[in-house]
């Protein structure tokens, strides 16, 4: 783990839920970041919910702003990691950003991964939101964003952002019946592609840098084969349940996992704004050093035009 990584984090480098946040959810004063950019500091924090082993990783600016706070979600194999960039982007701004890492994964407490699934996920995501001050922006990536519709039908948001978001069952077609056969208990980055050569992976996701591949790759963790197995038979989503909030997914032209096309028929469903990058895959869209800014500056423009 590098030094940006410990400072993230509070200073230790301690991993699943033992770092130095008290185990009663207690936010004290993290270190202070300057965002060379902006020039404006950035002040680093965390929460452990220690009921459910979850660590959130929390930016905050320097001064409290009236802007709602950001909840993100992050998909398959993921974690609090795969939004640096967008921390980073969003808290000088006067966003602040919690981002939850879900059970077993990243910096949240070891667990049993053939006893987790897709509900298990959403109920890590809604304990998460009840720590938040008030309704909050939730973004979710990939799998992420499914997630992030089963938190909106349970609890007060104030805004969806989507970004190439797994599809809810009404829009999903039937899986072909040997892939959800024969998915395994648990998987790891071999199952989405991400096993070969960096030079290989590089080639298919020309938006990220080599550094960036590497990086995923590193970060990749283990995933629960049951919530991947649930997420490909369809999870319900009734609209009637979702707030009349401010909706906007973004779709990758060069996603190979959740297509732009894909992401496109969800706005729709949703009513929703449309946002398509052509130039930009899976990851690209969210940690690629490269293409990143472009995502995050469409995002702060919608927020903005809604006054969160």
């Given amino acids: 783990m590098d030094d940006h990584e410990r400072l993230a984090v509070g200073g230790d480098g301690a991993r699943n839920g033992e770092g130095p946040a008290s185990s009663d959810g207690h936010e004290g004063g993290g270190p202070v970041a300057i965002d060379e950019r902006h020039s404006r500091p950035i002040r680093k924090d965390e929460r452990v919910i220690a009921e459910r082993g979850l660590y959130v990783e929390i930016w905050l600016p ?25 921390l980073g982007f969003f808290a000088p701004r006067g966003w602040e950003g919690h981002a939850l890492n879900l059970r077993a994964h990243y910096w949240s407490e070891t667990a049993d991964v053939d006893g987790l699934d ?29 997630i992030a519709l089963k938190l909106a039908e349970r609890t007060a948001t104030s805004a969806l952002v989507l970004i190439s978001p797994a599809l809810p069952a009404p829009l999903l077609p039937p899986p072909p019946a040997h892939v959800v056969r024969l998915m395994p208990r648990q998987y790891r980055r071999e199952l989405l592609g991400w096993d070969g050569p960096p030079p290989s992976i590089q080639r298919q996701n020309p938006d990220l840098s080599m550094t960036d591949v590497l990086r995923v790759q590193h970060m990749m963790g283990v995933e629960s084969g ?19 909030v401010p909706r906007l997914v973004i779709g990758g032209g060069l996603d190979r996992l ?41 995002i702060r423009a919608f927020l903005e035009s809604h006054r969160l």
């Fill in 118 to 146: 897709f509900d298990s996920y959403v109920a890590d995501a809604v304990a998460g939101a009840a720590h938040l001050s008030r309704p909050p922006i939730v973004v979710g990536h990939g799998l992420g964003g499914l």
């Fill in 258 to 298: 959740f297509p732009a096309d894909d992401s496109e028929r969800l706005a729709e469903w949703l009513g929703a704004d449309f946002q398509p990058f052509g130039a930009h895959s899976h990851y690209g869209l969210v940690i690629g050093e490269a293409g990143f800014e472009q995502v995050a500056e469409t």
């Fill in 226 to 244: 049951a919530a991947r197995r649930q997420m490909l038979e369809g999870v319900p989503v009734d609209l009637a349940l979702l707030p009349p």
């Fill in 62 to 86: 320097e001064r409290r702003s009236r802007r709602r706070p950001l909840y993100l979600l992050h998909g398959e194999l993921g974690g609090s990691w795969l939004w640096h960039r967008y």
